[in-house]
Structures are given as structure tokens and as C-alpha cells.
């Protein structure tokens, strides 16, 4: 029996087989040539074969896990038309008169090289992308079809890392658990863990070429441990707990179509973070009772220029008909510091959490923030809408919002267009805010406390950097201060306030934020029926 440590991205716990995927490594080799037309021509093929397997995994991502996840894959196939990518390529095959698979390869790992060295992270996670694109393209080139994963039973998925390609491509039905020796607490793989609810290990130190297919494991999400060849009693506990896990499944389960509701008949809203018209589904089957933050910022992820304002009423429109009366909060474009769009041509920053993002760049690019309110508000015809600000620090900020809201206002009253105006309200998430929450109290409809960046900006710790994981303290004091003194100025001008980042869904807290007075909870769909039991439990 042996015991390997990981960082757990999702908890739980689970039993079976090993699958051990391991990179074919395809040794390819130099070769001199004589025709460089029939090389190009080569490469152009195999580009056009890359495509259209995209394209196919696209479509199977977005059925199997939403057009969050799916959307890599378009990213992807943007890669294949880089003008400087295909440069490199075709001057190697040009004046070094050499293959075609070599040309590629080198040309990846050239790329990959430079992408993973760059300060921003969002940068480095693309070097994983170009290899997935490069070998695609070398596979492509000696004629080697794709082909999904499939598995017999049920199995634990192990590998140094795992592209997106290659977990969409496999038998989800059939995957209990991921561990990988690589990747992060973002990663893809982490990502499709959290929407499959099954638990998953990053960064465990293992020799792959050690392990066989086949091999029992445990994996401990809730421990952070990868257990292999376990014993009978290890495997009595861990079957123990698996049950214990089902039944509690099962016990959230009856709690459906009940109220957030304390023992004393208090209250509690409690919300489902969504990320794209698809994850509604998610919200759905978890019961939530409104969408507390719905990120507007996807719909501009993963493509080459800003969505149409037509192109965005309609992702409202229907998430505001699928919730069929329930609130949904919109929050405004929030792009910038670890979300980028390379078409917003957003210049290079030392320091871009503290930089050009969010309610700043629709204050200093007002066309773009008008295209969005515009479609807001057209929307909100179909249900109860309200919308939230990021990134707030001032009153004058505030201002400039309503003056705005008011052009919008004017313009759609005078071309006759039906609308409606939502409630709106800002998110608490710099100790700014914090401080002058009494004033925005009487300006706004409500708050939502983002916590994340709340908790970044006042410990001034880079929550990205995991070199200060150590420092980076979710539960200091002076976030509980800042939180209480945001509650109590809001109740103080009769407006609600709601929790829309991670501590929301720390089950630790929720009787804490209860006793504080906290109005909602938003978090994501599979922590809804969670926060209901305790909810339901509080005096």
C-alpha cells in the first residue's frame, strides 16, 4: 500500500482501477527533403483535418459540459490560423528544407517555451494549448486518427496532465475520479471535475511509468491523497465512506423543493452562480432559488470581436425565461486582470488586478458598456432582472454609471424600442467600497460582497500566486469586519446584501453570515442543497 499526496480541487472520495494515460511522445524525427511545395501542402491538409476535428469536439463539448468549456476548442482552432504560428512553420520547411512533423513539433515547443516563461498566467495556461494543437497537428500529418476514450468500468483517470481534447474526448459516464502529476487548481481538468461533482487531485508526485493499468486506487479528495494497492481494511474504510457520501447525496436530494429557511423562520435567499446560458441546467436540477451572479463576461471569452448587442439580449433574454419569475443578477463586463480578450487590445500591465478592468473600462469605453446595458435592459422585460457593477471604489464612479444608464434610457425611448429597467446594485469587493458603503447604500438597490477580490485587495496578497498560498487568508479578521460593516450599512438604508465569492460557499461560515445578517448566498449549483441543510438547521 502506498499513500501519495495531492492538492485536492474537488473533495470526495472514491474507488476502482487505475486507466494510466500516457503521452504517446511521438518521436519525430529530422528529415532532409527535396519538394518544400509538397510540405506546405502537407501542412495545409493536416491544418484543415485539425479544424474539422475541432469542430467535432466542440459540438461534443458543448452537449456534454457547456459552452464555458467548450469554448477552448474555438480557441483552438484560432491557434491554427496564427499568422506567426504558420510562419515559423513554413520558414522552417522553407530554408531548412525539412519535414513537415519536425517543423511543427519544433515550432510547438518553441511557442509552448515562450508562452509558459510570461509573468500573467492566463499567457502560461496557453502554452499547454499550443502543444495540444501541435500534436494534433503532427498526428494529422502521419496519419493517425482520433479516437475517444473508452473505459470497461469504472476508473481512475491518472496522468501528467490532461489537455482539453483529450477529456472530452473520454467516457465521462465511466470516470470516478482524475489525478494528474501536473496542472493547478484552474486547470481544464480541474474545471470538469467541479461540473462532474467527482473528485480530482493535482500536483501528486507519482512515476507514471510505476503504475499499471489496472492498479486499485483510492482517491481522497477530502484528505488530498492518492492511495494505491490498498489494503482490505483501507478498502472497508474507503467503501464506508463512499456510502456515507451516497447517502448524503441522497439526503440533499429530499431537500429539494424546501426553503432556506432557519429553525427561528428566518430567510435566507439562496442563489447559483453561472457562468453561461448552459449551466442553467446545473442551477435547475440543485434547486436554486434565483441566480445570484450570472458572469456577462463569458459571453466575450473565446471569440475574436465583442458580442452583438442583439447576440447578448438573447443569452438574457433566455436565461430570464428559464428561471421563469426567479431573480437573476447580471453582472456587468468584468474582463481584465486573469480574463482577457485579445480583440479588446487591453495593453500590458505590471500589476493588471490593480489595473484597467472591469467597471473601468466600461466608464472609459462607454460604447462597449452602452452595447450591454442596451441589451439589459430589453431584456428585462421577460423576468426579474437586476444588474451589478464590479469593481467599485467611488461615489463619483456610481454617478457616472446612473448618467450613463440615463443616455440609454433616452436612446431607447426615442427609438420607440420596449424595455425595462432593473434593479441595480454594485459589488462590495475593495476595502474603498467597504469604507464608504454607507454612502452607496443610498445610492444603489443592494450589494453582493465579491469576497475574492475582497479578501486579495485587503491582505494584498495575488490570489493567483501560489507561492503565497501560505498568506493568502480567507478567514482574517478584518474580511469578517469589513463584511459586518457592509451588512450593517445596507440594512441601515433598508437595502439587502448578498455574498457572491467562495466564502459563500464555505459551509464553516454559513451560520456565521447568518447570525451576521447576511440576506443570500450565491455559489455554485452543487453547493445549493449544502447550504440549505445547515441553513435549515440554524436556530
Known sequence: MRYVVGKSVYKGIAMGPCAVLKKDGHQVKRRRITCKESELERVRQAILRSKEQLQRLYDKALVEVGETSAAIFEVHQMMLEDQDYLDAIHNMIETEMINAEYAVAVTGDNFSEMFRAMDDDYMKARGTDIIDVSERLVRNLIGEEDSDLYFDEPTVVIADDLTPSETVQMD????????????????????????????????????????????????????????????????????DKILEQ??????????????????????????ANIGNVSDLGYAIENDAGGIGLFRSEFLYLGKTDFPSEDEQYQAYKQVLQTMAGKKVIVRTLDIGADKKVDYLGLAHEENPALGY????????????????LRALFRAA?????????????????????????????????????CYAVPKQGVMIETPAAVMISDQLAQMVDFFSIGTNDLTQYTLAVDRQNEM????????????????????????????????????GADLSLTEQFVRMGIDELSVAPSMILKLRKIIRQIQ
Open 246 to 271: 451516497r447517502e448524503n447525496e441522497m439526503l440533499l436530494q429530499s431537500l429539494k423543493g424546501k426553503e432556506n429557511v432557519t429553525l427561528s423562520g428566518r430567510k435566507i435567499n439562496v442563489y
Open 172 to 239: 465521462k459516464e465511466k470516470i470516478i475520479a482524475f489525478v494528474t502529476v501536473h496542472g493547478s487548481a484552474n486547470s481544464h481538468t480541474a474545471i470538469l471535475a467541479r461540473i462532474m461533482n467527482i473528485p480530482a487531485l493535482v500536483g501528486v508526485d507519482i512515476e507514471l511509468d510505476s503504475l499499471k493499468n489496472g492498479t486499485m486506487a483510492i482517491v481522497d479528495g477530502i484528505e488530498g491523497n492518492l492511495i494505491l494497492e490498498p489494503d482490505e481494511a483501507t478498502c472497508a474504510k474507503a467503501k
Open 357 to 372: 478592468r472591469a467597471i473601468r473600462i466600461c466608464l472609459m469605453q462607454p460604447d462597449i458598456f452602452k452595447t450591454q
Open 381 to 417: 422585460i421577460y423576468g426579474d432582472m437586476a444588474v451589478m457593477y464590479p469593481m467599485i471604489t467611488s461615489v463619483k464612479e456610481v454617478e457616472r454609471i446612473f448618467a450613463i444608464v440615463d443616455e440609454v434610457k433616452k436612446e431607447l425611448d426615442e427609438q420607440g424600442v
Open 468 to 503: 503565497l498560498d501560505e498568506f493568502y487568508d480567507p478567514h482574517h479578521t478584518a474580511i469578517f469586519k469589513m463584511i459586518q460593516m457592509v451588512i450593517d450599512n445596507a440594512h441601515n438604508a433598508g437595502k439587502w446584501v448578498g455574498i457572491c465569492g467562495e466564502l
